[in-house]
């Protein structure tokens, strides 16, 4: 079966930080561009990082810029996302997406992802 899966997310205090992984299970990601989405209750679903096939282009939504970083751990086959001051408004299950088209582009937010991970909680809070 082909999917993705999200791990590491969990219970951080503000100012904390989180790493989350996205995996393939079935295929490999050396090709597939990755997006990295999060959805809060009550909350449309917001598109936060993407990273191309390389792991050459990068782009951020403005409300994570500085604080969070994507990047690709090929030797694993894993894509990071690291996640450092925490702030409650982070709080929300994150998801990543591949697309077999490998770019990290203006689109990137409302491209067709080919596969999309079960999602990870991340909950920020004293």
């Known amino acids: 079966q082909l999917q993705l899966v999200e791990s590491g997310g969990g219970l951080v205090q503000p100012g904390g930080s989180l790493r989350l992984s996205c995996a393939a299970s079935?295929?490999?990601?050396?090709?597939?561009?990755i997006g990295w989405f999060r959805q809060a209750p009550g909350k449309e679903r917001e598109g936060i990082s993407c990273?191309?096939?390389?792991?050459?282009?990068?782009l951020y939504a403005d409300s994570v810029k500085g604080r969070f970083t994507v990047s690709r751990d090929n030797g694993k086959d894993t894509v990071l996302l690291q996640m450092d001051n925490l702030k409650p408004e982070d709080t929300a299950v994150y998801y990543c997406?591949?697309?077999?088209?490998?770019?990290?582009?203006?689109?990137?937010?409302?491209?067709?992802?080919?596969?999309w991970g079960q999602g990870t909680q991340v909950t920020v809070s004293s």
């Open positions: 997406a591949a697309d077999r088209g490998g770019l990290c582009g203006f689109s990137w937010r409302s491209i067709p992802y080919d596969y």
């Open positions: 990273s191309s096939s390389s792991g050459s282009a990068t």
């Open positions: 079935g295929f490999t990601l050396d090709h597939y561009g």
